[in-house]
């Protein structure tokens, strides 16, 4: 390979671009898609897409849900943007945080018509930028001028790397006395990928040859640091530190995958929507997002690599459990991690058991 990029370093370089409003080429055997991410989308880059041909907004299904069109393409939806249209048209449906005042979008005209494919993997793309998943495509020539300087992406090389889990390796270990346990220690790992790293907390020398008691972790900067009273997740955080340092050993898993995989700004975006009345689940969906867009195969990755090979799970998440043991981790028991209920959260709880199957 040399000094050029390899497809992940290509792909991580795109994710840049998107957030920071630059195009990408996506190109498969017949056509070359020129992609932007709306979120990031300016009326100057508007007008320079415009020029290039007609527009199309790719959209998920969960957001055409709430726009009350088709999905035609089954998971996703493909717009046709009217001649003229401005940022501020494409922006409301893109995001729903206007869509209580303005309920009624459109007319929209969805399209059937080719592959939706370069469109699917846009839409990929913008979610693992964290941002929101809607892009604006233009169909190009592959040859056209004035393209050199963008990253280009062919499908056939991008699809498996959409759709599996980065490789995680150590960085470094070193030890950390902490209030659960003196004898802690922290473990760093990062993405082949060029992506955000997770951290492994060791409490006390847990044994590798029987199951360890552990603790599957998302990062929630509003519960974690700031004890918001809105989720449970500061008071299972320590709760599950306690516990181990009760037991004299475990292992926390500590993923970078804030808002159950959407990332900081979305959740803050969903919160507003839940500030409307809408729940966890429904705010997720007006978004363009599902349910939980997190991989918890990065658990199981972390827990291989650790020696790890059967855990006591502390978790309220039968999707922990399934995912753990399809990727090679025994789960010998569940270990209920029922605390941090409050009056603020207590309709989120209700919405996570009835909605997201969580033993509460």
């Given at each position: 390979m040399g000094l050029g990029l390899s497809i992940i370093e290509r792909m991580t370089r795109a994710r840049g671009d998107l957030r920071m409003g630059v195009p990408v080429v996506l190109t498969d055997a017949q056509d070359a898609l020129l992609v932007i991410a709306v979120e990031a989308l300016s009326p100057d880059r508007l007008a320079a897409l415009a020029?290039?041909?007609?527009?199309?907004?790719?959209?998920?299904?969960?957001?055409?849900?709430?726009?009350?069109?088709?999905?035609?393409?089954?998971?996703?939806v493909r717009v046709s943007v009217p001649a003229g249209a401005g940022l501020g048209w494409i922006t409301a449906l893109a995001d729903p945080v206007d869509d209580?005042?303005?309920p009624m979008k459109g007319p929209l005209r969805g399209l059937r018509?080719?592959?939706?494919?370069?469109?699917?993997?846009?839409?990929?793309?913008?979610?693992?930028?964290?941002?929101?998943?809607?892009?604006?495509?233009?169909?190009i020539d592959r040859n056209a001028e004035g393209l050199e300087a963008l990253t280009?992406?062919?499908?056939?090389?991008?699809?498996?790397?959409?759709?599996?889990?980065?490789?995680l390796h150590p960085v470094v270990a070193a030890r950390l006395?902490?209030?659960?346990?003196?004898?802690?220690?922290?473990?760093?790992?990062?993405?082949?990928?060029g992506g955000v790293e997770?951290?492994?907390?060791?409490?006390?020398?847990?044994?590798?040859?029987?199951?360890?008691?552990?603790?599957?972790?998302?990062?929630?900067?509003?519960?974690?640091?700031?004890?918001?009273?809105?989720?449970?997740?500061?008071?299972?955080?320590?709760?599950?530190?306690?516990?181990?340092?009760e037991a004299g050993a475990g292992?926390?898993?500590?993923?970078?995958?804030?808002?159950?995989?959407?990332?900081?700004?979305?959740?803050?975006?969903?919160?507003?929507?839940?500030?409307?009345?809408?729940?966890?689940?429904?705010?997720?969906?007006?978004?363009?997002?599902?349910?939980d867009e997190r991989d918890f195969r990065l658990g199981a990755s972390i827990l291989r690599e650790m020696g790890f090979s059967t855990v006591r799970l502390l978790t309220n998440?039968?999707?922990?459990?399934?995912?753990?043991?399809?990727?090679?981790?025994?789960?010998?028991?569940?270990?209920?991690?029922?605390?941090?209920k409050t009056d603020q959260n207590a309709a989120y709880l209700a919405t996570k058991a009835a909605k997201s199957g969580h033993l509460l």
């Open positions: 020029a290039l041909g007609p527009l199309e907004l790719a959209l998920t299904a969960r957001r055409a849900e709430t726009l009350k069109t088709p999905a035609y393409d089954g998971d996703m209580l005042r303005v018509d080719g592959s939706a494919a370069l469109h699917r993997a846009g839409l990929s793309l913008a979610k693992s930028a964290q941002l929101l998943p809607a892009i604006l495509a233009v169909r280009h992406l062919p499908l056939a090389l991008i699809t498996a790397e959409l759709a599996r889990s980065s490789p006395p902490m209030a659960a346990s003196a004898a802690g220690r922290v473990h760093i790992f990062r993405p082949e990928d997770h951290y492994a907390i060791e409490v006390g020398r847990p044994d590798r040859a029987g199951p360890v008691l552990a603790r599957l972790h998302s990062a929630c900067f509003t519960g974690d640091v700031l004890g918001s009273l809105k989720c449970d997740c500061g008071p299972q955080l320590r709760a599950a530190l306690s516990q181990m340092g292992v926390l898993l500590y993923l970078n995958q804030e808002g159950r995989g959407i990332g900081l700004a979305n959740k803050m975006r969903a919160y507003a929507l839940q500030d409307q009345g809408f729940d966890t689940v429904e705010a997720n969906h007006r978004l363009g997002f599902e349910d998440n039968p999707a922990k459990i399934t995912m753990m043991q399809a990727n090679g981790i025994e789960v010998a028991e569940r270990v209920p991690l029922r605390v941090g």
